[in-house]
């Protein structure tokens, strides 16, 4: 063999001892604590300063320069290439997320009540409108109007509106989506939905805009006439808005990569953390095609004592079928901002394939926009432009986002709905479905993939161990309970075979196999008293799923088996 | 059997009977928030650790041409001017455009384009673009119209264009020239017109006008190339008056039909224009007289979703009120096809005559919101006269494929690559016509 022969062999078989050790992936180490429900990144840190976003260079790196350097990452191919791709750094040992400073358990843990769905994040309840406001600042350029007021309170908040033709449609999208993220754990600020008429609006002294130029020019009534122009009036002149409140102390838009270096709080790379991870079916649900850097933000926070970042998700104008300042586009949610891909695809195949946007459904309600159920598609759906974090989504990250998307049933997507104030009732039918429609398709689709089993519960020893659980699938109504079988093994060995379980769904281990297992780590120092069952599921399609992974920590001296580990196999 | 055995056996089954009836169904878990974990890097297993090296190995060109660019846009963010200028781009028909083009003789052209609206009213409009060339050539145009100026759709519009080229390349008149025997000249030309137009039905406007033009030929200067007139009238056999400077008068009546449903990405309906135009030469050219015929129809048919096939038909003529020959009159006043004059496959200008016509197909499909593709097949020829040596025989094609970006008011950028017997040429332009 050459020399160039010999170095192509030890190339190739350091590849192929790579891909066999990435198939591998990672498997944490469990202990009698896990699992973790807080993550300690709220340290006290000294004041941030701010760092401002650049949304032409975003624009830019995300599909060319991020692809690339994400294209040639051999370990990441690989591991894609075998399904094992890099699980979320953040997770806890029972596949979900601690609370942090990114992310709080809610809804999906935490139940909610349809009241407190559609009240959101509460602050101070939205402006005072029974006095006169005073507007402090103009947003006279840029796309969409709006202007900074100040209540008679004092309180301050940036107040954005319908377009023109379109009542109710670019204010409620806001307030459902908001509401929805809030409720699926995220950090937003709080928005509400409120009508002013002009003439209660006083200009602050002394306020001035920047032109074009750059030049000062003092802020008028004219001008502000001109931003109320380009918004939708109501019949009754009012004008209605979405309130958000101004986040305090801003430190600038946080990254879908990498990580703020001069936050010591900021531990994880940003597109391994999994609630951005994520993230990408959060915004497939409502269709936040306008994700982006740009739409978040940082602030420093005080809470007891302690100053640290927290970190928001803001601005959710282009959602649902909202374009901010006209109806979403059909394109929006199936096909990045420009998706070379696709691009290329239709090149060269001279336009045979009919994408989904070029059919779009019609828009039954002005109020509603173009936001359809009937094209979407949870696993392909599209942001703006690749975010890394939405690339780096593996099923198990998919899953974990479903199931808190399927916590929110119909009368939660009410609450959601009515906190957008939708006049129509048509149109409010009409979200219902859709959303409900998109939430199921969700479901369905990750559900099928991932063996949605949850909430474990043991009780009993040695004796005889009952294991409860939850089958997602079933509790949502996406399969029959009765199509439902399950089967339980340990170390290669069924204990239990293709049995169906009553609801509350339960599976006992006889004494016999309890001691079987024991033997087989007792025969160990003790020290790690842990075994493994695997759980699987079949359907009437005769398919066994993958398995739930469960790992017990056994007490001998309690004679008390717990659960210290849930792993949903990929 | 054991009295032992069958009392835990009894305990067990009570065991099993309490879990099952009081079993509770587990809805959440405990989230117990005191169990806080001090976050932690995880490590690298150990392929990341072998694949980590040649993955940084082969990001590093990436990395390099991202901070580099990061820098540069960072800069030009920061700066108002940049920042204006890239609005401007981004915006549809903004105040100023990039026009560049590349294709032609005159190697790559850039310059700018700029357009103003409601100088003098609130339908007129004023653009003016300049554009500068590898090779020296530069043309600047200007147009002003206002297309509702004395009411009841009647409206005047006036245009300049000034262009100057040192290496036009001439091949000979007619159909049968090689390309292997160019020659250069240079050209310069200035031309002003003013027209009034009726928009007589929706589909239907009424054109008049009258221009002044005038032409100053020269030597070409490209090295290697035969770079005298001389010459040109040597190889090519043509008359001292194929060449002199021309001092032109026009008048000119014409209409335009347009039914196309959108004149940007446009599926169904078609344009058809024709234009009669009377020359005549002043000063030391009075003797030359001649009419020029433009027609061109072009039809859109949607097969299906905005794919579109699109046929053309093209024919100019010119009538020589004195019948000079072919190699009398002022070459660079003849029809031309090649490039986009039609037959995209041969260089502009390539074939020059009396009479030209085309036929072309096209088929245009969107490939994203803005941008359509196309693929081409076109024919066409020139001839002496289309009365005595029109033939279906010996006419030239080309074929290519292409895209272009299309905006409401039309096309604003279009990049081609197509093939002839000549070999292929690359084409590329960027800024809507006026």
Same mark, same amino acid.
């Given at each position: ?31 009698? !604590?896990?699992?973790? =429900? ?76 349809? @009241? ?31 202007? =900074? ?38 950090? &937003? ?160 195949? /001279?336009?045979?394939? $009919?994408?989904?946007? @070029? ?56 609450? $959601? ?8 009732? %048509? ?26 089993? !949850? ?31 399950? !089967? &339980? ?5 069924? +204990? ?56 017990? =920590? ?17 | ?69 990061? %820098? ?17 781009? /981004? ?18 052209? &850039? ?33 002003? @119209? ?9 409206? =005047? ?13 001439? +091949? ?35 054109? %008049? ?61 078609? +344009? /058809? ?66 490039? @986009?004059?039609? +037959? ?77 017997? !000549? ?12």
């Amino acid at each position: 063999m050459s020399k160039y022969g010999q170095y192509i062999s030890i190339v190739s078989l350091a590849l192929a001892l790579s891909l066999v050790a990435a198939c591998g992936g990672h498997r944490p180490t469990l202990t009698p !604590e896990d699992p973790h =429900w807080k993550d300690a990144d709220d340290k006290d840190t000294p004041e941030l300063e701010f760092k401002e976003g650049n949304l032409v260079w975003d624009a830019l790196r995300r599909p060319t320069f991020d692809q690339a350097t994400q294209g040639v990452d051999i370990y990441r191919n690989m591991a894609h290439l075998t399904g094992s791709g890099r699980q979320a750094w953040n997770i806890n040992s029972y596949d979900e997320l601690p609370n942090s400073s990114w992310y709080t358990n809610r809804h999906h843990l935490n139940p909610m009540s349809p @009241e407190e769905i559609q009240r959101g994040y509460f602050q101070n309840g939205g402006p005072d409108t029974t006095g006169r406001w005073e507007v402090f600042r103009p947003k006279v350029g840029g796309v969409t109007p709006g202007f =900074w007021i100040k209540d008679r309170n004092g309180d301050a908040y940036i107040l954005k509106f319908d377009p023109p033709g379109y009542p109710e449609l670019g204010t409620s999208t806001a307030a459902m989506s908001g509401r929805i993220f809030y409720a699926c754990g995220y950090n &937003v600020p709080e928005e509400t939905i409120v009508s002013f008429h002009p003439d209660s609006l006083d200009i602050g002294s002394d306020v001035t805009y920047k032109d074009e130029t750059g030049a000062k020019i003092p802020f008028t009534r004219e001008t502000l006439n001109s931003i109320l122009e380009r918004v939708n009036i109501q019949d009754d002149g009012r004008v209605r808005c979405l309130a958000s409140t101004l986040l305090p102390n801003v430190r600038g838009p946080f990254s879908f990569s990498g990580r703020r270096k001069d936050d010591p709080n900021d531990w994880c790379d940003h597109e391994h953390r999994r609630e951005l991870r994520a993230l990408r079916l959060f915004c497939a649900f409502v269709n936040h095609w306008d994700i982006k850097d740009d739409n978040s933000m940082n602030c420093q926070v005080e809470e007891d004592g302690r100053s640290f970042l927290r970190h928001y998700l803001m601005d959710f104008g282009t959602t649902m079928g909202s374009g901010g300042y006209r109806l979403q586009l059909p394109t929006r949610g199936h096909t990045n901002f420009f998706d070379i891909n696709d691009v290329g695809f239709s090149f060269l195949t /001279l336009g045979a394939k $009919v994408w989904p946007w @070029e059919n779009p459904e019609p828009v039954f309600h002005p109020s509603v926009g173009y936001f359809e159920a009937e094209t979407f598609k949870p696993q392909s759906w599209k942001p703006g432009y690749p975010l890394p974090a939405f690339e780096n989504m593996t099923l198990r990250d998919g899953y974990w986002a479903a199931k808190v998307i399927m916590s929110l049933r119909d009368d939660d997507l009410r609450a $959601v709905i009515a906190a957008g104030k939708l006049s129509d009732e %048509g149109a409010r039918d009409y979200m219902l479905r859709t959303l409900a429609t998109r939430r199921d398709k969700i479901g369905e689709y990750y559900f099928k993939r991932i063996n949605a089993l !949850e909430f474990f519960k043991l009780t009993g020893d040695i004796s005889s161990l009952r294991i409860d659980f939850v089958d997602l699938s079933v509790k949502y109504g996406l399969v029959g309970s009765s199509e439902s079988r399950y !089967e &339980v093994e340990h170390a290669g060995t069924e +204990l239990i075979n293709d049995r169906p379980t009553d609801s509350p769904n339960h599976l006992f281990l006889s004494a016999d196999d309890l001691l079987a297992i024991k033997e087989s780590f007792d025969t160990r120092d003790g020290k790690d008293n842990i075994f493994e069952l695997e759980i699987e599921t079949r359907r009437d399609d005769g398919k066994w799923s993958n398995p739930v992974r469960l790992s017990l =920590w056994y007490h001998p001296e309690e004679d008390r088996f717990q659960l210290v580990g849930i792993e949903h196999v990929e | 059997m054991p009295k032992a055995f069958v009392l835990k056996r009894i305990i067990q089954t009570l065991l099993l009977l309490v879990m099952v009836t009081g079993s509770v169904a587990a809805n959440t878990y405990d989230i117990d928030t005191t169990r806080v974990r001090e976050p932690e890097r995880p490590g690298m297993t150990t392929a990341e650790k072998i694949l980590y090296g040649p993955t940084k190995l082969l990001q590093l060109p990436f990395y390099t041409l991202r901070y580099t660019t990061r %820098g540069l846009i960072w800069a030009g963010y920061e700066s108002k001017p940049a920042r204006q200028i890239i609005a401007n781009i /981004l915006a549809e028909r903004g105040p100023i455009e990039p026009a560049i083009s590349f294709g032609g003789n005159s190697g790559p052209r &850039v310059g700018l384009r700029f357009n103003f609206a409601g100088l003098f009213g609130t339908n007129d409009r004023f653009g003016a673009v300049g554009q500068y060339s590898w090779y020296a050539y530069q043309n600047y145009a200007a147009r002003y @119209e206002h297309p509702d100026m004395f009411g009841k759709g009647v409206g =005047w519009a006036i245009n300049g264009s000034y262009d100057k080229g040192r290496r036009e390349l001439f +091949l000979g008149v007619g159909n049968n020239t090689k390309p292997d025997t160019d020659a250069a000249f240079g050209r310069e030309s200035f031309r002003v017109r003013t027209d009034v137009t009726m928009q007589a039905t929706k589909w239907l406007k009424l054109i %008049g006008g009258v221009a002044y033009e005038s032409h100053n030929i020269s030597d070409g200067d490209k090295d290697g190339d035969i770079d005298q007139l001389d010459s040109i009238q040597t190889v090519f056999g043509l008359q001292p008056e194929a060449f002199r400077k021309t001092r032109l008068w026009s008048a000119d009546f014409g209409f335009r039909m347009d039914w196309r449903n959108s004149p940007g990405r446009t599926t169904r309906g078609g +344009l /058809l224009g024709l234009d009669v135009e009377l020359v005549q030469g002043i000063n030391e050219n009075s003797d030359l007289k001649f009419v020029r015929i433009y027609g061109d129809w072009s039809q859109h048919f949607e097969l299906f979703k905005k794919r579109v096939l699109v046929f053309r038909f093209m024919a100019n003529s010119i009538d020589n009120t004195q019948d000079e020959s072919d190699e009398a009159f002022p070459f660079y006043l003849l029809n031309t096809l090649g490039s @986009e004059q039609g +037959l995209r496959g041969y260089r502009p200008d390539r074939f020059l005559g009396r009479e030209a016509a085309l036929a072309s197909v096209e088929y245009r499909y969107p490939i994203w919101l803005a941008l359509d593709g196309l693929v081409f097949f076109e024919e066409g020829r020139v001839f002496s006269s289309f009365t005595h040596d029109f033939t279906f025989e010996h006419w030239r094609y080309s074929t290519g494929f292409g895209i272009r970006m299309v905006g409401r008011y039309g096309e604003i950028a279009r990049t081609i690559l197509a093939f002839s017997d !000549e070999g292929m040429r690359f084409d590329f332009s960027m800024g809507m016509e006026f």
